[in-house]
């Protein structure tokens, strides 16, 4: 297993500001990026929490937080990106995440543009993120004070969890889609939340990050609680989850332990307020919400 601090430590020895990003690439800069933009929302978050948010050029139309970013100038949709209206910005640093936009970053490099690749699927990768966007801009105090409360913040969370939970946490169904049946797989980012707050995962044993599920599966597992991405309109979410086939069965449902209205930016995307997305999970599974 590598390390991140020592991948970092060992990039830097390459060059003046050298990282190596989540596509395994050494990235080089001769200095701190100057102007930057982002096109994954979580990077955009770190930028902005690193105290570096003047020096955002651009970004994408799910960058949407903090205020500011979501008043930058943009560049296209998440997966739709103008290459063009992305040059006229004249970045020194453009920042992509995974899918379409490692195309995107190889084109970008052919040009002469620096870009990193930024994909992070665990906590531990966040915070490396963290180091290396650090590094990149000349913040790494800032950088290692952000690390450091997180991982204390983290630590009290995951005790508070472990102490509610007694032993064995509540089985959880956590759904991304209805429509088919999509949950959050036991090996993504949001399932390490799920499991940091002590719960088992329904999606146990799917290996893909949104696996589909059938119903079936769901009704036999008898999840304790269900959670949903958003409120589907003015009817309660037990209610409509009661309305499917076999689901008033359901142990949450026979409880109303069906929640939705979720802040699901804190839950799925990768980034510094990661500790705010598990306290809201914690909040709502052990019923202090």
């Not at 963290?130 to 005790?159: F, I, N």
């Not at 409509?240 to 069906?258: I, P």
């Not at 930016?265 to 709502?284: M, S």
Request: proline share 6%; aromatic share 4%.
């Amino acid at each position: 297993m590598v390390i991140p601090g020592l991948l970092l430590a060992a990039a830097a020895l390459a060059g003046p500001l050298s990282v190596v990003d989540d596509a395994g690439a050494t990235v080089s800069l001769a200095s701190a990026a100057k102007r930057v933009v982002s096109l994954s929302p979580g990077a955009t978050e770190i930028v902005y929490a690193l105290g570096a948010g003047a020096r955002m050029v651009g970004t994408c139309s799910a960058c949407d937080y903090p205020k500011a970013a979501a008043a930058c100038p943009k560049v296209g949709d998440f997966s739709s990106i103008s290459a063009e209206a992305l040059l006229a910005l004249k970045p020194d640093l453009v920042i992509v995440t995974a899918g379409a936009q490692r195309e995107l970053a190889v084109r970008l490099r052919s040009l002469g543009v620096t870009s990193v690749v930024l994909a992070p699927a665990s906590v531990d990768g966040v915070l490396y993120n963290v180091g290396l966007l650090g590094r990149l801009l000349g913040r790494e105090r800032a950088a290692d004070a952000l690390v450091a409360r997180l991982k204390r913040r983290l630590k009290e969370l995951t005790a508070e969890a472990a102490r509610k939970a007694g032993g064995k946490g509540p089985l959880v169904y956590f759904e991304i889609w209805g429509d088919p049946l999509m949950a959050v797989g036991e090996r993504s980012y949001t399932g390490e939340l799920l499991r940091l707050a002590g719960a088992r995962n329904a999606a146990a044993g799917l290996t893909e990050e949104i696996p589909r599920i059938s119903a079936e599966r769901i009704i036999a597992s008898n999840p304790d609680v269900i959670l949903l991405p958003s409120p589907r309109g003015d009817t309660p979410a037990v209610e409509q989850v009661k309305r499917r086939a076999g689901w008033d069965a359901v142990a949450a449902v026979r409880h109303g332990a069906v929640h939705d209205g979720l802040n699901m930016d804190t839950l799925v995307r990768p980034g510094p307020r990661l500790d705010e997305g598990l306290e809201q999970l914690i909040r709502i599974l052990y019923g202090t919400h």
